[in-house]
């Protein structure tokens, strides 16, 4: 089987099979995103995939699939769905099919077809909202409202489907206090599975990038970015599930059991902020997107 481009998948997929089941991103306008930028969206032909998962399916005993590129649920219903048809019968203990979906790709979809979707396979969704500020998500150009998130991330819970939400520490510049509180309240709306907090890393050939060099928007320094994750982990109420900021790009990893252990890991945030020892972050050539 052959990538086509930069393929790229959550952390917890990593010992998953990763399936190009699209190119690209439908959306493909984020501003800090440089994963997809100069190259056409497009579904792949169904033959080639499901080719490609027979062949795949041959090599060794997968237990979860990843259906990679950027919003892979945008692929529409009849198709997603002989997508999971194929691979549950090609794969033999095949136990979930991840993906990602952003809210406009959620929203195509209604909560029966999604279940329908369950059904077939498919048992988590990764969803970007890297911001509950309205403000910074116009800015960031993701497309969607801060109301819009919360409906499409609740679908996909009343799907009972697995969500796992990003969400971005320093991409709100001097906006970064309001992100963060505005960030918190939106996860505890959803109420979702995982958070997985990520750290910016400004990338040329992004609009980003362009913005900074004009001297637009500048990047909060990592305490500011620490700070940030202490809050929106404070107004994060989730019922149960994983808190973590264990990206590459993030500069204090944290595991953190919700709601559990999240006063101790608070504690642990506040200690390094108010301390400003660079000797208890990540060095800068450790990180990576
Ligand atoms: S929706 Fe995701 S993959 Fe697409 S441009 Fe935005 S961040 Fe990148």
Redesign the pocket.
């Known amino acids: 089987m052959e990538y086509e481009g930069i393929v790229i998948r959550p952390p917890s997929e990593a010992r998953s099979l990763i399936l190009q089941a699209t190119f690209g ?1 439908s ?4 501003t800090f ?1 440089p ?2 930028k100069g190259r056409r969206f497009q579904i792949k032909d169904e033959e080639q995939l499901f080719a490609e998962i027979d062949e795949t399916a041959a090599l060794r005993p997968w237990r979860r699939v990843f259906l990679a590129d ?2 892979a649920l945008i692929i529409p219903q009849a198709r997603l769905l002989r997508i999971l048809d194929r691979l549950r019968a090609s794969i033999r203990g095949l136990e979930r099919v991840g993906i990602y979906g ?1 809210a406009k790709a959620v929203m195509k979809k209604s909560v029966d077809e999604l279940r329908e979707l369950r059904d077939r396979g498919l048992g988590i969704i990764y969803f ?1 909202l890297e911001s509950g500020d309205d403000a910074t998500l116009e800015f960031i150009c993701k497309g969607k409202t801060s109301a819009e998130m919360i409906a499409a991330g609740r679908r996909v819970k009343e799907a009972g489907i697995e969500l796992s939400i990003t969400v971005l520490l320093g991409i709100a510049g001097e906006r970064g206090p309001e992100h963060a509180i505005a960030t918190g309240r939106v996860l505890t709306a959803i109420d979702p599975d995982y958070v997985g907090a990520l750290t910016v890393m400004v990338v040329p050939n992004t609009p980003l990038w362009d913005l900074r060099e004009k001297g637009d928007w500048s990047l909060p320094d990592e305490f500011a970015m620490l700070a940030e994750l202490a809050v929106i982990l404070a107004h994060t109420e989730m019922s149960r599930g994983l808190f973590m900021s264990n990206h590459a790009s993030n500069y204090v990893p944290l595991r953190v059991e919700m709601p559990g252990q999240k006063e101790a890991a608070l504690a642990r945030l506040r200690k390094i902020i108010d301390s400003r020892d660079r000797g208890a972050l990540k060095p800068e050539w450790l990180r990576a997107l």
């Not at 959306?27 to 984020?30: L, Q």
């Open positions: 991103c959306h493909n306008r984020c995103c994963t997809y950027g919003d952003n970007g």
